[in-house]
């Protein structure tokens, strides 16, 4: 069977690894151009170039593809896995079975680019991975295979995207299995759809009337990109930025601390070995366990506190 993969992002490779390890004929990997990465902005490949490049197999970037690229591959079947950019109609026809796109979210929700951080950051206790069928619409063609999984609070993007490319991973394999042998699967998406459009640098600002779960939610579906940003006043009146990697919420019967309520939104309540407590909007708290001052390194609380002399009733904004 001949088979084109198409995807961009660190989650598209280990499909493209599988697909390598099950001997499929891989005629060639189409991926983002080279682009400035880094704080150094320096260009470089997409990781799924490098993969294909160390295999041999061609690779078109997106700059390339056209019609008459893609057609000169006579394509059967095309695998699409974070790929990022809409595939037009006559290149999806150019296939004789079909395109399939692996997607991280139970379709018709989150349709779009970021489901995994719109899970996330929406609080939702389950999640999964769909196989479909690609169309002309944005993530709305027939479903091939979909399963679930469970969302745990301590769930951030590195530890539930690991689940579902690991979830992802083994469809595929079943998917594959199914198609060689002639089994093709069509089931129409039913339900009402929801979206999850490219996220902005500016909704990972914090805001600290939101509840403790609220600003929980944004920190663990930021941590990989564009990380959640606030601003800590000191007691000496210095102002600095931070990103927060890590929080955990409190409740407050778990805490010595109590919410007090003439203390503004962002204010530290205490200060314990491994975490700052924060009071948050409708009397809830949170710890934060991982913060990054600008332009430093990461810090755990101790060398933070100790580090910027943090004291209590400090306040982020």
């Known amino acids: 069977m001949n088979v084109l993969f198409w995807g961009s992002s660190n989650l598209s490779v280990p499909f493209l690894e599988f697909l390598i390890n099950k001997k499929l004929k891989i005629s060639a990997v189409i991926t983002s151009s080279d682009k400035p990465q880094g704080r150094g902005l320096?260009?470089?490949?997409?990781?799924?170039?490098?993969?294909?490049e160390k295999y041999n197999i061609n690779v078109i970037?997106?700059?390339?593809?056209?019609?008459?690229?893609?057609?000169?591959?006579?394509?059967?079947?095309?695998?699409?896995?974070?790929?990022?950019?809409?595939?037009?109609?006559?290149?999806?026809?150019?296939?004789?079975?079909?395109?399939?796109?692996?997607?991280?979210?139970?379709?018709?929700?989150y349709r779009g680019a970021a489901p995994i951080h719109y899970t996330l950051l929406n609080g939702e206790k389950e999640s999964g991975v769909t196989i479909f069928w690609i169309d002309e619409g944005m993530d709305t063609g027939d479903i091939f295979v979909q399963e679930r999984l469970e969302v745990y609070e301590e769930d951030d993007y590195y530890s539930l995207s690991e689940k579902l490319v690991k979830l992802g991973c083994g469809l595929l394999e079943t998917v594959i299995d199914r198609i060689m042998k002639g089994d093709i699967v069509k089931i129409k998406q039913k339900g009402e759809p929801s979206y999850a459009p490219a996220i902005k640098k500016s909704q990972a600002q914090i805001s600290w009337d939101k509840t403790a779960e609220e600003i929980h939610n944004l920190v663990r579906a930021f941590v990989h990109w564009p990380k959640a940003t606030s601003k800590l006043i000191l007691a000496s009146g210095k102002?600095?930025?931070?990103?927060?990697?890590?929080?955990?919420?409190?409740?407050?019967?778990?805490?010595?601390?109590?919410?007090?309520n003439d203390k503004p939104f962002g204010s530290i309540l205490a200060i314990k070995n491994d975490s700052i407590i924060v009071n948050c909007g409708s009397n809830t708290l949170i710890a934060i366990l991982k913060i990054q001052p600008e332009n430093r390194n990461v810090l755990d609380i101790r060398q933070f506190v100790c580090g910027y002399r943090v004291k209590l009733f400090d306040r982020f904004l």
């Open 61 to 109: 970037t997106e700059n390339e593809m056209s019609y008459e690229t893609i057609q000169k591959f006579s394509p059967e079947l095309s695998i699409v896995v974070s790929f990022g950019k809409i595939i037009p109609k006559n290149i999806i026809d150019l296939h004789k079975i079909g395109m399939l796109n692996v997607h991280f979210s139970l379709l018709p929700k």
């Open 42 to 52: 320096k260009i470089l490949p997409t990781p799924v170039k490098l993969l294909a």
């Open 239 to 260: 102002m600095i930025n931070v990103k927060i990697l890590q929080t955990k919420i409190v409740r407050v019967q778990e805490c010595n601390v109590l919410t007090q």
